[in-house]
């Protein structure tokens, strides 16, 4: 017995040793805050807006110099000494690090003038730690943590517990944040975020992580002034007239948002300094609003993610992200935001690499074997749909009142759809007098340049010579490149280091001149053993970036393992190979608009390049410059295995989901049918087509497939072969209605009421008020429900498992080797359809049911349409209806369709596994078929409805989880030590980037390993599963963190109860 209790207590020793109590002070000041400093050095480069339009101040603009209120760590409970932290975190409050086991303390002092809190991601707390406040049914003790009232402490107790530490595959140490939570947007736009950092435990060493020389933490973020809640005082000090400031007016709003890395602009931030050969962690993260879809690139330098390779981070509102790079190549590099207009308005830092002498891992970087192009850039007009026809519709694009009228009408004051541009194209030698002509396989790549393409080891040489008018160069992405081979000319106003400015002649080669580029391919830049065989990567004339690029100067490249190419380049062991690069091109930003004016308009002399119409209909929303299903050459045989190589450039407009109908892909391990693409993303997809037919690749993002951004792949039977190999062994039948109804985003207005009192915010609601003539919260809707039977007349009750779904369809489930049959009747009044994400079908064609009719739609999930080997047990994919794509999705039709592995069970006795499916969503009623009867319906003074108006548009725009708003989605309901896999789906618009953050808990998720956060980013055309292990009960926050969505009302709570057994027991 003694032994036992000796035993005993050597266990609760050893633990209560190695789990370590700290302490921090954190104290909340009231500052000002420099954003561009006259001490720190200032960016040099053609691409980049006149800075004063941000940084100038003047009767009616503050300028750089704003009032914020900051986190400052002190030594003790005193708050009398600050501990000075390293420069380079700019206005973020102080690293917080905590390994597994540990317990946090944070004791804060409000030194401000109104209160704050202390709200931290991915740790653990009780209700009355988690320093958020909103309606949660917690009174007195409780609430204390919700608000620091000015001159108070309160302490902080988080626990960096099992549950909430690095996955297996994470890092040992992984990017969380904190910031303060009353109206949460307005106080980190007032200056209160920070860095947490979460490790595993025994990584740290002197709370420095292990076997890392440097760690660097950079957010990305449009710092939105107009939001702070020092906007009143900022006028006051900083404007010299600031009676004559109008709050509202769109230029003083953009003059204060702040393009900056952790609050400094145009490459002022300061201290990013490294040794080469130094090992670097980095810790990103994103912040702020839709405007905020970063591309953080690395210039000169590659990195692994999830040991992945990148040099690209894309980030997005409270994304959290960590990445490891070794230093290379000494000199001043450029940590830039590829975004086009975060580039124009000063989203970029400087990072220093010195030469400190440290042993170089790559000494001899130079490849044996050289792969050398000769590339010229020259202009072509280019037709973005040479048949004049949209192949979808059959239908002449300029046909009055069609979606491509917008872009294809030619007339006084319209382009059309033709116009100049500078592309890149191939050369037989350095004569440029032989063009290699293009053969079928490469027909599909349209505008882009020609593939340059390597195997690690080799060196790559391209000879470039410019026929343009203009300086132009090139830019490569995943390559190793010297400073004297960059493309992108920057300097800084004062640089220490000689030598590490671009050569003018790599990053400006004049017209007519010729320059030959020389890049590596070293092991540390090629695939990794996670990676793909080939890596999507992209080149660019970099001279100035926007105008560059959009004038057509882009085109693929691939970096393969060694071995992996036959000698002309084409992939072994694959049997086609594609190259995607979906854009929005801006021809408003070309180097050639005024010619293109001359050119093609017929009154060009009338022409206004400031009018929003024209500007729109110079967007050109294709894939590889061709619209509307004009693209050729996307050919292959059923059974092929098929390589697509897609990236994208851009700015905040461009955020894709590519869809290939009729068929999946795996990528990473994972089984998708649709791939979400950024400024400066790439990916790389291997599919193999397993039904004949012609199919569409199309985007997702409404605005994009209206605006013509699909295309067709067909898929040909090219050899005798049985129908379908695959076994299916169960059959499912699901009686489906589209139904029409009322549909009420808010039911109750008392969440939202609390949450205002709570918040001391008296605030009237653009999109649930009914003032004047809106609509309110109430519109007629359609919605899929379950019958019973082929009857009809009797609907399945939803189950208390099932009220979480609100507007959705209901929850249908499939095993792979089943054949899922829909029988569907049209109650509604106008035709409609369902299609399903992922699953095989006869026909690449959907059949409309008509109103009154009904129609059997057969679903067949073969291996592919189930989990792929890195997945989660159950992966979702969406249900729809295709009669039109973008109005009946708006106008309600959509559900989850969830697909488990053969023989998968959902209940391990004895926990319980539950299911969730969230559509995080941006409902746009003006694109509903029912806008003119809800006008009618539900409009107080239809008659004076304008529906062009924009308050009127935005006040329809319904910002819901499920279809329902301010914590209005019930059922979400679960208990300690249940399993709970949450169903993610994203679809929409270029609004539709959604954060979805779980307070209270984090989740695991898999992407060829298992991680864990508390955020994840949803596109359209995202469906993922995360898995979470509720520990903590309480009712918690779950919301997107994207501002204008958090006040718009895209909130809801989950509530974990106790433990029955321990309840009851």
Request: glycine share 6%; proline share 5%; with cysteine.
């Amino acid at each position: 017995m003694k032994i036992l209790w000796l035993s005993i207590f050597l266990f609760l020793h050893s633990n209560s040793a190695w789990a370590k109590e700290k302490h921090y002070y954190i104290g909340i000041i009231e500052t000002t805050w420099d954003y561009a400093s006259d001490n720190e050095k200032k960016l040099i480069s053609v691409d980049t807006e006149h800075p004063d339009i941000y940084l100038q101040n003047g009767p009616n603009r503050i300028g750089r110099v704003y009032k914020k209120a900051l986190y400052l760590q002190y030594t003790d409970k005193t708050f009398t000494t600050v501990i000075e932290k390293p420069i380079w975190l700019g206005f973020l409050g102080p690293i917080i690090k905590a390994e597994t086991g540990d317990k946090v303390y944070v004791h804060l002092k409000n030194f401000a003038s109104r209160p704050y809190t202390f709200h931290p991601h991915g740790i653990t707390y009780y209700k009355e730690h988690e320093g958020a406040i909103y309606p949660d049914n917690t009174t007195d003790f409780y609430k204390a943590d919700d608000k620091v009232y000015t001159g108070e402490q309160y302490t902080y107790i988080l626990d960096a517990s099992e549950d909430q530490s690095p996955g297996e595959e994470d890092s040992n140490c992984v990017t969380r944040i904190y910031h303060s939570h009353i109206d949460a947007p307005k106080d980190i736009a007032s200056g209160l975020i920070g860095p947490l950092i979460i490790c595993k435990k025994d990584s740290l060493d002197n709370e420095k992580e292990k076997n890392i020389d440097q760690e660097f933490v950079v957010m990305f973020s449009v710092v939105d002034e107009n939001l702070s809640w020092y906007l009143d005082d900022n006028i006051k000090t900083y404007c010299s007239e600031p009676e004559k400031v109008d709050k509202d007016d769109e230029d003083f709003q953009e003059s204060n948002r702040m393009y900056s890395v952790n609050g400094y602009a145009f490459g002022s931030l300061p201290g990013l300094s490294m040794c080469a050969e130094d090992k670097v962690r980095w810790y990103l993260f994103g912040m702020g609003n839709e405007v905020d879809v970063h591309a953080a690139f690395f210039h000169g330098q590659v990195l692994t993610n999830k040991n992945y390779r990148i040099d690209t981070v894309n980030l997005f509102p409270a994304t959290l992200f960590e990445a490891f790079m070794v230093a290379q190549n000494p000199g001043e590099w450029m940590l830039s935001c590829q975004n086009l207009n975060h580039l124009k308005a000063g989203l970029q830092a400087f990072f220093q690499v010195q030469d400190c002498n440290k042993p170089s891992s790559e000494d001899d970087i130079r490849g044996k074997h050289v792969r050398h192009y000769y590339i010229a850039a020259e202009e072509i007009i280019w037709n973005y749909a040479p048949s004049g026809i949209d192949i979808f519709t059959k239908k002449n694009l300029r046909a009055p009142g069609s979606a491509s009228e917008v872009f294809f009408e030619q007339g006084s004051t319209r382009i059309g759809g033709s116009y100049k541009k500078l592309v890149y194209r191939e050369y037989t030698d350095a004569s440029f007098t032989n063009q290699k002509k293009r053969g079928p396989e490469e027909e599909h790549l349209g505008l882009l340049g020609p593939v340059i393409w390597a195997e690690v080891g080799d060196t790559i040489r391209v000879t470039f010579h410019n026929r343009g008018a203009y300086p132009l160069s090139i830019e490569p992405t995943g390559v190793r490149v010297s400073k004297n081979n960059e493309g992108t000319y920057y300097t800084s106003v004062h640089n220490p280091l000689s030598g590490s400015v671009p050569s003018p002649s790599a990053s400006h080669v004049a017209p007519k001149q010729t320059f030959t580029y020389e890049w590596s391919v070293p092991e540390e830049v090629g695939p990794t053993y996670k990676d793909p065989v080939c890596l999507s990567k992209m080149y660019y004339s970099a001279v100035d970036p926007t105008k560059d690029i959009f004038t057509g100067l882009i085109g693929p490249m691939k970096i393969c393992k060694k071995g992996s190419l036959h000698a002309n380049g084409r992939l072994k062991d694959v049997d086609k190979e594609f190259y995607l690069f979906p854009t929005v091109f801006d021809e408003n930003e070309s180097l050639l608009l005024d010619e293109n004016i001359r050119m093609f308009t017929t009154a060009p002399h009338l022409v206004n390049k400031e009018d929003e119409d024209f500007q729109e209909s110079n967007k050109m929303h294709s894939m590889n410059g061709f619209m509307y299903g004009n693209q050729p050459g996307l050919n292959m045989c059923k059974g092929d295995s098929v390589m697509w190589y897609l990236f994208s450039a851009g700015n905040e407009a461009d955020v894709h989901g590519i869809y290939f109908t009729g068929n999946t892909y795996l990528s990473r391990g994972e089984r998708r049918d649709t791939a979400n693409l950024f400024p400066q993303a790439s990916v790389t997809l291997l599919m193999q087509p397993d039904a004949e037919g012609t199919f569409e690749v199309e985007c997702l993002t409404t605005d994009h497939y209206t605006g013509g951004m699909k295309q067709k792949y067909t898929v040909n039977k090219c050899k005798q072969e049985s129908d379908d190999p695959s076994f299916y062994l169960a059959e499912r039948t699901y009686y489906i209605a589209a139904v029409e109804m009322e549909w009420d985003y808010s039911p109750s207005r008392e969440w939202e009421r609390e949450l205002h009192l709570l918040q001391e915010q008296n605030v009237s609601n653009a999109f649930l008020d009914k003032e004047e003539f809106y609509i309110g919260s109430k519109y007629k809707k359609v919605a899929y429900r379950q019958y019973t039977d082929s009857t009809f007349r009797v609907p399945v009750e939803r189950k208390a498992e099932e009220e979480h779904l609100g507007i959705l369809g209901p929850q249908l489930h499939a095993d792979v080797g089943d054949i899922v049959k829909i029988i569907f009747k049209n109650m509604a009044t106008r035709p409609y359809s369902i299609h399903a994400h992922g699953v095989k079908t006869e026909s690449s064609t959907v059949t409309p049911t008509l109103p009154g009719e009904s129609h059997t739609y057969i679903w067949k999930i073969p291996d592919r349409s189930g989990p792929g080997i890195e997945d989660s047990a159950c992966i979702p994919w969406a249900y729809y209806s295709t009669v039109d794509q973008v109005k009946d999705l708006y106008s309600g039709l959509i559900g989850p369709l969830i697909v488990c592995r053969r023989h998968y069970t959902k209940v391990f006795n004895p926990i319980t596994k539950l299911e969730f499916s969230l559509l995080f969503f941006v409902f746009d009623e003006n694109e509903s078929w029912y806008i003119d009867d809800n006008i009618k319906t539900y409009s107080e003074h239809p008659e004076k409805v304008n529906k062009d108006n924009e308050e009127f548009i935005e006040s329809n725009k319904m910002h819901a989880i499920n279809g329902r708003m301010f914590g209005n989605l019930q059922g979400l309901t679960m208990h300690v030590g249940d399993e709970v896999n949450w169903y993610l789906m994203g679809m929409g618009n270029e609004i539709d980037l959604h954060s979805v953050h779980f307070h209270g808990h984090s989740f695991r998720y898999q992407h060829r390993g298992i991680y864990s956060s508390d955020v994840f980013d949803i596109f359209p055309g995202t469906y993922q599963t995360l898995e979470m292990f509720p520990r903590t009960p309480g009712i918690w926050l779950l919301h997107c963190h994207v501002t204008d969505h958090i006040h718009a009302g895209m909130e809801t709570t989950y509530t974990v109860l106790p433990n029955e057994e321990t309840k009851s027991g």
